[in-house]
């Protein structure tokens, strides 16, 4: 059975393995494309729900290929369709005054998102896109959101540079920022008072992580203004920014760090550790304290070096400036004995 044949049993099968309950719901199968991911899903919703759970059909398809009997399959989308799910606020979207009191931002890979980002509004960061998103329901179990789409701007009649500005604002609002030192977040220090423990009676930090209080998505905050300011205080100066997935990033000192044995190891990471839709790049970024630039570490060693050479040529040519001058303001005599040697 091939994809396509298995979507169609999908479809025609799947509500003899729900309650009679669902007899009459609809079916519809579609394409999901969420940040990190893309799948075809398949939602059985009756009437009176006002949302429902997609199935991934794509995964269902694979545990049927690794051996899986489809009615052990059938069985498994059956208990998606039935989680229950929160009752959620879409009164949110009556007006764009009510949506911007729930925004806020994600980013993610550019290249691994390009179908996505199509229909969104986004702005790009190097090799990074910063996407908008609604907060539909909050709670410890996790965030249920919706993504801004360009269709919903125009309908508010906004701009993206108006949802940018909105959207960063309410994200320290309602996901704020959290900095610290790698070790502070081991031991479990980070968050604590300072009557707690003092910050600055310890070593200044080697590394530092960059999230939100939630600890999801909050690569985002490194992108909060004054975020790559505050980071550059504590690390004495100029850094490597390592993406250590979707929800957090790491702050490194430059120094003499080679940015290419960094990203060595973030790529070996994100092959062993971390899940693909969580990646958020395999490259690794600078931020120059003085110029407050962030780029590519490859474009800043280019920039760099660009510079180093320019700055070699530059003192090439004072030099024959000098010796010209110096030529020129020799005795006579002593050119002429040159020229007859």
């Known amino acids: 059975m091939n994809f396509e044949e298995f979507k169609n049993w999908a479809e025609e099968n799947i509500k003899f393995f729900l309650p009679e309950s669902y007899r009459d719901a609809k079916i519809d199968i579609h394409d999901v494309v969420k940040t990190g991911m893309s799948y075809t899903g398949m939602t059985v919703r009756n009437e009176d729900q006002s949302i429902a759970p997609a199935i991934n059909l794509n995964a269902s398809y694979e545990a049927y290929e690794a051996g899986k009997p489809l009615y052990a399959v059938g069985h498994d989308m059956a208990e998606i369709v039935q989680t229950k799910q929160p009752e959620l606020n879409t009164g949110i979207f009556s007006s764009y005054d009510s949506v911007k009191k729930n925004l806020f931002i994600r980013v993610c890979n550019t290249q691994e998102n390009s179908e996505m980002l199509k229909n969104v509004p986004h702005t790009d960061v190097e090799d990074l896109s910063v996407t908008y998103h609604v907060m539909v329901d909050a709670r410890e179990s996790g965030l249920a959101s919706a993504t801004v789409t360009n269709a919903m701007i125009d309908s508010f009649g906004i701009s993206k540079e108006q949802l940018h500005e909105d959207a960063v604002r309410n994200s320290q609002e309602i996901l704020p920022a959290r900095m610290d030192s790698m070790m502070n977040m081991l031991m479990g220090l980070s968050g604590m008072d300072d009557a707690e423990y003092e910050f600055g009676m310890m070593a200044p930090p080697?590394?530092?992580?960059?999230?939100?209080?939630?600890?999801?998505?909050?690569?985002?905050?490194?992108?909060?203004?004054?975020?790559?300011?505050?980071?550059?205080?504590?690390?004495?100066?100029?850094?490597?920014?390592?993406?250590?997935?979707?929800?957090?990033?790491?702050?490194?000192?430059?120094?003499?760090?080679?940015?290419?044995?960094?990203?060595?190891?973030?790529?070996?990471?994100?092959?062993?550790?971390?899940?693909?839709?969580?990646?958020?790049?395999?490259?690794?970024?600078?931020?120059?304290?003085?110029?407050?630039?962030?780029?590519?570490?490859?474009?800043?060693?280019?920039?760099?070096?660009?510079?180093?050479?320019?700055?070699?040529?530059?003192?090439?040519?004072?030099?024959?400036?000098?010796?010209?001058?110096?030529?020129?303001?020799s005795p006579a005599k002593h050119k002429v004995s040159e020229r007859a040697m």
């Open 206 to 329: 080697s590394m530092m992580v960059v999230t939100n209080q939630i600890g999801i998505n909050g690569a985002s905050a490194f992108f909060y203004p004054d975020s790559m300011d505050k980071i550059s205080e504590q690390l004495g100066g100029n850094y490597f920014m390592l993406p250590s997935s979707i929800h957090e990033v790491i702050a490194v000192p430059a120094g003499d760090k080679d940015y290419r044995d960094l990203e060595s190891m973030v790529k070996q990471i994100n092959m062993m550790q971390v899940a693909k839709e969580e990646q958020l790049s395999n490259h690794v970024y600078h931020y120059d304290a003085k110029e407050k630039v962030f780029e590519l570490a490859s474009k800043h060693d280019e920039r760099l070096h660009g510079r180093d050479k320019e700055s070699l040529l530059g003192r090439l040519a004072e030099k024959k400036k000098e010796a010209a001058v110096l030529n020129d303001a």
